[in-house]
């Protein structure tokens, strides 16, 4: 299960920060939501009994009675050109804050994990062998335009996520339909029985208006909510646009008469009344306009930035805070990924030649003053990270695809080449060069060519975060050293997210962020069907069916011990398939902010920073940091 339904928008061109994070101890498995007679429920939990109750006044992360009010200015990159979500993957640049427009079925818990209790929905229940589910919407929802929140608009806005969403179309596959089964009743009924998770996520199913998506504009141009468009939308959520410049800023105030401002889940939360997004070309940008005042919160994901911008007049007259949170809510893997889908990068042989000759060691020396930590696995910093040789559980499900997957996984535990050093750095790329004849490649006159071609094998990194050039240029003449012809090219946002479209490219940065349950999303970052689709988190292009049946194996787990050892056995799969070169991980959220605002005295365990959704204006603060 993916931690939010927001995270599954686009694919990440990945941060220098992106986080390691530390994995939990076993926990029951049993969701709190299925009860006797499948009665209703106000909240879901994966992990067991839900720690609020029934009526519960507000979250304990929160400040009840938290000042309302300030302006928030923070950060954008690059441009916009939509402000609809459904197309968000295949279609345009979304805007940023669409998340405080439109609401879901249910909202998280940020001191549990994979918790949610009711937002639009106010009581959910599901049937014993999780073959369907049902969701009550609540009376009292409304859009702003004083329209009820009906059933209609749930049907309307999962058909069109399905159909137009390619995340969602993996996500969602196992839903077979969404029906009307009473006044405020939709129920979702499922292709099968026996995948736990489903009554879950569908609580996470983003709800639009369907009155307005059918209607027509100013213009009398009618809506199509398959299409981009910069028309404000009509949204339930506790903030509307206010303003916006295309590409330059957008500015979203606080709805008065906000329907849900007093359910218990919303207390304490959205206390800003205006929360502005400034877009700048790049970090560096970005940085200097932080130090300069015009923006106010910054997330800071680059190491050399952490360990030597931050000294200007501000923070020595302690103006400005730099704070880190601990992230302890999910695991990640960042990585430089192949796009496999080209016929040169389709050896794994190559693919892990390209590893060898990365030398990390070297380059968190010079690069990063030693702060990050190399991941090795695509579940890194949680339980669910495979280590040493496949036993028990793991490897009686590894036996079942074993004549599918690499013999070497069986017998060896998994590692990154060792580096750190010239001599390490030499015996690596001469492991590179053995693997590249092995997949077909001899040096020629210094370059790698193909021996049946006698076409040189070339690499073009292709990027949108300016301050990832100096990592790949770093990494360059490791490669050009044993013949490979290396470009780096930077491209803007746009033109970015559609060569992603349509898979033009070689080489990217890329990140998935894992939740400590995975599921259904693993169906859109590593299995068949999404290799196909323009705009899916399957970035690599990968196509193994034993990938797919271990998908398979951690969606219909029965038990917990049972999802921990598919995932070990997914995982080791992954990673001795060679589909991407690891990079680098952080325990922390680095932030900086002007020091205007507040938190919670303690803050909730799986949120991070959790910025701004329960901080507020602090006017004491404010005029000391003015001053």
């Known amino acids: 299960m993916n931690l939010s339904r927001r995270s599954l928008l686009r694919s990440t061109g990945a941060a220098f920060a992106a986080p390691a994070l530390s994995g939990l101890g076993l926990a029951s498995f049993a969701p709190a939501a299925r009860a006797d007679d499948n009665a209703w429920k106000h909240g879901l939990s994966l992990f067991g009994d839900v720690k609020y109750q029934a009526g519960f006044k507000h979250f304990d992360y929160v400040k009840a009675d938290a000042p309302q009010g300030g302006t928030v200015r923070m950060s954008g990159f690059g441009t916009f050109d939509n402000f609809n979500e459904v197309v968000a993957l295949v279609k345009g640049n979304l805007a940023m804050g669409t998340n405080f427009i439109y609401e879901s079925l249910m909202t998280p818990s940020f001191d549990e994990v994979s918790t949610e209790y009711g937002l639009l929905a106010d009581g959910v229940r599901y049937a014993d062998d999780f073959s369907w589910v049902v969701y009550r919407i609540n009376a009292k929802a409304k859009w702003w335009d004083g329209k009820p929140i009906t059933v209609d608009d749930v049907i309307f806005s999962f058909n069109a996520q399905k159909e137009n969403r390619p995340d969602l179309a993996a996500y969602y596959r196992h839903v077979a339909k969404a029906e009307k089964t009473g006044e405020r009743e939709v129920t979702f009924t499922f292709d099968g029985p026996g995948n736990r998770e489903l009554p879950h996520i569908v609580g996470q199913l983003s709800v639009y208006p369907k009155h307005w998506w059918e209607g ?127 016929d040169k990068f389709k050896d794994a042989r190559l693919r892990l030649a390209f590893n060898y000759a990365f030398d990390f060691d070297e380059m968190n020396k010079q690069l990063f003053y030693g702060q990050y930590k190399r991941i090795d696995s695509y579940f890194f910093g949680t339980e669910l990270a495979s280590s040493g040789l496949p036993q028990g559980m793991e490897l009686d499900i590894l036996n079942t695809v074993k004549d599918q997957v690499p013999a070497d996984l069986f017998t060896k535990p998994y590692a990154n080449p060792p580096s750190g050093d010239p001599q390490a750095a030499r015996t690596n790329l001469r492991t590179a060069l053995t693997l590249l004849r092995d997949a077909g490649y001899e040096i ?33 003449p490791a490669l050009e050293r044993i013949g490979i012809a290396v470009s780096v090219r930077t491209v803007d946002t746009s033109q970015y997210e559609n060569r992603l479209r349509q898979w033009d490219y070689d080489m990217i940065v890329a990140s998935w962020g894992e939740s400590l349950s995975p599921g259904n999303e693993q169906r859109g970052f590593w299995g068949s069907q999404a290799a196909d689709q323009p705009g899916s988190r399957n970035v690599v292009g990968i196509k193994n069916p034993a990938i797919d049946k271990l998908i398979d194996r951690v969606i219909f787990a029965k038990s917990r011990e049972e999802l921990v050892a598919a995932t070990h056995a997914l995982d080791r799969v992954l990673l001795w398939n060679h589909y991407v070169v690891p990079q ?17 005295d303690t803050m909730p365990k799986y949120a991070a920073s959790s910025f701004p959704t329960i901080w507020w204006w602090d006017e004491a603060k404010a005029a000391k940091a003015k001053r």
Not at 277 to 293: I, M, P, S
Not at 588 to 600: E, L, M, V, Y
């Open 584 to 600: 680098w991980s952080y325990p922390f959220q680095r932030t900086a902010r002007w020091d205007r605002f507040s938190h919670p």
């Open 444 to 476: 020629r006159n210094t370059k790698l060519v193909n021996v049946k071609s006698g076409e040189q094998l070339s690499v073009e990194f292709l990027l949108v975060q300016p301050a990832f050039e100096r990592v790949a240029l770093f990494y360059k």
């Open 216 to 342: 027509t504009d100013k213009s009398g141009n009618k809506r199509d909510i398959t299409a981009t468009t910069l028309e404000p939308p009509l949204g339930s959520g506790p903030y509307r646009i206010k303003e916006f410049a295309p590409g330059r800023n957008i500015v979203f105030e606080k709805v008065a008469d906000y329907w849900g401002k007093d359910l218990n889940v919303n207390i304490g939360t959205n206390n800003f009344a205006q929360i502005r997004f400034e877009y700048f070309r790049d970090q560096t940008v970005a940085l200097e306009a932080f130090k300069g005042d015009q923006i106010d919160w910054r997330t800071e994901t680059s190491a050399k930035d952490w360990a030597t911008s931050y000294d200007f007049p501000a923070m020595r007259d302690k103006k400005v805070v730099r704070e880190e949170f601990p992230q302890t809510s999910s695991g990640v893997m960042q990585c430089f990924a192949f796009n496999i889908r080209r």
